[in-house]
């Protein structure tokens, strides 16, 4: 059932009608996806990456857990693929480390674990975080461990090198799933889409790699979470889009349904 707020003056959903496509990581909830169909949207999901961990175990050894001071997350997938790692290889997570993370999810996800979060971003990209960073948390004689993606960008990286010692662990990959394309090609020609939620830049390069011209000729506007994902629509020379203000779900649902009905 639809909530009060989840009707507009008609006592229709804002959605009703509409058919949108998330290209996110298959979840059993994904809020989302939860709130664009609760507005009243037909979502359908077709990932557009696969995550595909990474054995970086030899690296994780050599650098000595207990040796650093900070452990950065930037994604709930890097959270995820770092603990099985150290689960795998029954390395227990030492206690003095303090924990920092971009985003509400990556904390949730690594609380999961049983670990505290420490440094949770107010920023709303990597660029943020990094400048948050430096100024209120690194100081010298800091160790700081990355676990990431292998396509993640160097800004935090890069930033925290000027002032402490940093260690970057590249624990995920993102890869095209098998059948993305002739999944995204039958969705394309036998509906009318109203939006394709992006959440990534690797996914923003699948989809486009796949679909580009179809996407083109129908004007399917594209929503993207984060203005990382955003830049990367721009650098495409990609307009037709919106950019969350806010990377948490109902903030970017409302957006969606202003932007679906102002469009």
């Known amino acids: 059932m639809c909530g009060e707020t989840d009707l507009d003056l008609r006592g229709a959903s804002p959605l009703e009608g509409k058919t949108l496509i998330s290209t996110r990581p298959r979840v059993s909830r994904d809020e989302l996806v939860v709130l664009l169909r609760d507005k009243g949207a037909r979502v359908i999901e077709i990932p557009a990456i696969e995550i595909k961990p990474l054995n970086n175990i030899d690296i994780i050894r050599l650098t000595n857990l207990r040796a650093f001071s900070h452990l950065i997350f930037t994604s709930k997938n890097g959270v995820d693929c770092f603990f099985d790692l150290l689960g795998k290889e029954r390395i227990e997570f030492?206690?003095?480390?303090?924990?920092?993370?971009?985003g509400a999810s990556t904390a949730e996800a690594v609380k999961r674990r049983g670990v505290d979060v420490e440094i949770v971003s107010t920023g709303t990209t990597g660029n943020d975080f990094a400048q948050y960073l430096l100024n209120e948390v690194a100081k010298t004689g800091d160790k700081f461990l990355l676990a990431?993606?292998?396509?993640?960008?160097?800004?935090?990286?890069?930033?925290?090198?000027?002032?402490?010692?940093?260690?970057?662990?590249?624990?995920y990959d993102t890869v095209i799933p098998q059948g993305l394309r002739g999944d995204l090609s039958a969705i394309l020609n036998n509906n009318k889409i109203d939006g394709i939620?992006?959440?990534?830049?690797?996914?923003?390069?699948?989809?486009?790699?796949?679909a580009c011209d179809a996407i083109a000729d129908k004007g399917i506007p594209l929503l993207c979470i984060g203005k990382t994902t955003g830049d990367a629509l721009v650098n495409k020379g990609i307009r037709s889009i919106l950019v969350s203000s806010s990377p948490q779900p109902d903030a970017f649902a409302t957006e969606i349904v202003d932007f679906i009905k102002n469009g």
Request: neutral net charge; proline residues 4%.
């Open 197 to 210: 939620v992006l959440s990534s830049p690797s996914a923003v390069e699948n989809v486009l790699h796949v």
């Open 148 to 171: 990431l993606g292998a396509k993640a960008g160097s800004t935090i990286e890069d930033s925290l090198k000027t002032v402490c010692e940093v260690c970057r662990v590249n624990v």
């Open 94 to 102: 030492p206690g003095n480390i303090k924990v920092g993370v971009v």
